[in-house]
């Protein structure tokens, strides 16, 4: 698995959920199939007039969803920036070709009204429930980073071996820690709950935040 793997899911996929957050601080969802894939980016189109598009200008950060029909999750985390107003019509005859339906939705020059961003640097998040134990990867396109999520072991440790026969996903294995397999973790946190002396740390944690 890599990342452009998982873009060519999200392409099969063909509806996504696009997350972000409105000016009231409240989360908004919307199902956006109106999507050109390329090389480690993708294109989408809005209108200028919704809500959906002034949240993206003013802030850009979306998160992307796609659910496959073998159990797999695919998550981006990214920023999502307006093409130059020179390629817009480009890339908006563009979206129209691949998806015909659109031009029902926005007949002839009504188009116009549309707007395309691209994401170009996103965090890819894979997560398979359909295989045992369950697998899970990070992924990056362009230059973003990797986020840390989950738990993981500290020196603390007592070696009682509780989080490991407390473990849903048989994913920690002995030693001076004991230590979580990051890629079959199902982030639960019953590991976290189950150890005595507190040696199970969130990933990720400064200051009281994740």
């Not at 908004?28 to 809005?46: D, G, K, L, P």
């Not at 993981?152 to 009682?160: D, F, L, M, P």
Request: charge should be positive; glycine fraction near 8%.
């Amino acid at each position: 698995m890599d990342a452009q793997t998982c873009l060519n899911k999200l392409e099969y996929v063909g509806v996504l959920n696009f997350a972000t957050v409105d000016k009231y601080g409240k989360p908004q969802i919307r199902n956006i199939s109106a999507i050109h894939y390329e090389q480690q980016s993708m294109y989408f189109f809005t209108a200028r007039g919704k809500a959906f598009c002034e949240e993206l200008l003013s802030d850009g950060n979306v998160q992307i969803l796609g659910y496959t029909k073998y159990k797999e999750m695919i998550r981006l985390s990214a920023k999502a920036e307006k093409v130059s107003e020179h390629e817009q019509r480009k890339w908006i005859d563009i979206i129209f070709e691949e998806q015909p339906y659109l031009s029902n939705v926005y007949p002839g020059s009504t188009r116009e009204i549309g707007i395309v961003f691209c994401i170009r640097n996103a965090e890819i998040e894979y997560f398979n429930l359909g295989v045992s134990p369950i697998f899970r990867e990070k992924y990056v396109i362009g230059n973003a980073g990797i986020t840390k999520k989950g738990y993981e072991i500290s020196k603390n440790c007592i070696g009682c071996g509780k989080c490991m026969k407390n473990c849903p996903q048989r994913c920690i294995v002995p030693g001076k820690p004991y230590e979580i397999l990051q890629e079959h973790c199902l982030h639960c946190g019953n590991c976290y709950e189950k150890c005595p002396v507190g040696a199970v740390k969130r990933r990720g944690v400064q200051n009281g935040t994740e």
